[in-house]
T-cell receptor
């Protein structure tokens, strides 16, 4: 069964600190993996997409990694800001074009 | 501005009532989707449509119905047969259902049964 597991479920950090969110998946055959940011009560917005051949991709203070062998991805946030408080969702697409969503990590950045 | 619009933002339904959630996009996207989001769970696919006048059931279609009479519009009806409808509903669209295309999401509708 295709599954996407994210950890931790929730995380509280101080403004300016770094953090790393994890995503493990069993989706097969793999096509790509996206990280979305979802503000409370809003729709998710794409941060980055990782394909099979990509190991690292950055988007400003966000850096995503992908290890296709171990089926793991991470999202690293550098120098966190209050506006980073949101849920971060890992979404994996298989070669049959079906999306499997992780349950998300709820990040709270405190001043 | 181009985008995908859901309305209303909040919706209250009495038990036994049908309600319809609106989703409109002006992105000229062929594919549209409806997802349900419950706390602590991943989004689950209700229905999707790849082209006008055609749609397919997702993983949790029971108790829901959709129509796709226009490319821009993909309304979702939550029927009285849906036993636990209280949730956050997200509509999305993409250029197509082909690989690597990004799904753009609306702002969501929070449905509460009272």
């Amino acid at each position: 069964k295709n599954q996407v597991e994210q950890s931790p479920q929730s995380l509280i950090i101080l403004e300016g600190k770094n953090c790393t969110l994890q995503c493990n998946y069993t989706v097969s055959p793999f096509s790509n993996l996206r990280w979305y940011k979802q503000d409370t009560g809003r729709g998710p917005v794409s941060l980055t997409i990782m394909t099979f051949s990509e190991n690292t991709k950055s988007n400003g203070r966000y850096t995503a990694t992908l290890d296709a062998d171990t089926k793991q991805s991470s999202l690293h946030i550098t120098a966190s800001q209050l506006s980073d408080s949101a849920s971060y969702i890992c979404v994996v697409r298989n070669a049959g074009n079906m999306l499997t969503f992780g349950g998300g990590t709820r990040l709270m950045v405190k001043p | 501005d181009g985008g995908i619009t859901q309305s209303p933002k909040y919706l209250f339904r009495k038990e036994g009532q049908n309600v319809t959630l609106s989703c409109e996009q002006n992105l000229n996207h062929d594919a549209m989707y409806w997802y349900r989001q419950d706390p602590g769970q991943g989004l689950r696919l209700i229905y999707y449509s790849q082209i006008v006048n055609d749609f397919q059931k997702g993983d949790i279609a029971e108790g829901y119905s959709v129509s796709r009479e226009k490319k821009e519009s993909f309304p979702l009806t939550v029927t009285s047969a849906q036993k636990n409808p209280t949730a956050f509903y997200l509509c999305a669209s993409s250029v197509s259902t082909s690989l690597n295309t990004e799904a753009f999401f609306g702002q969501g509708t929070r449905l509460t049964v009272v």
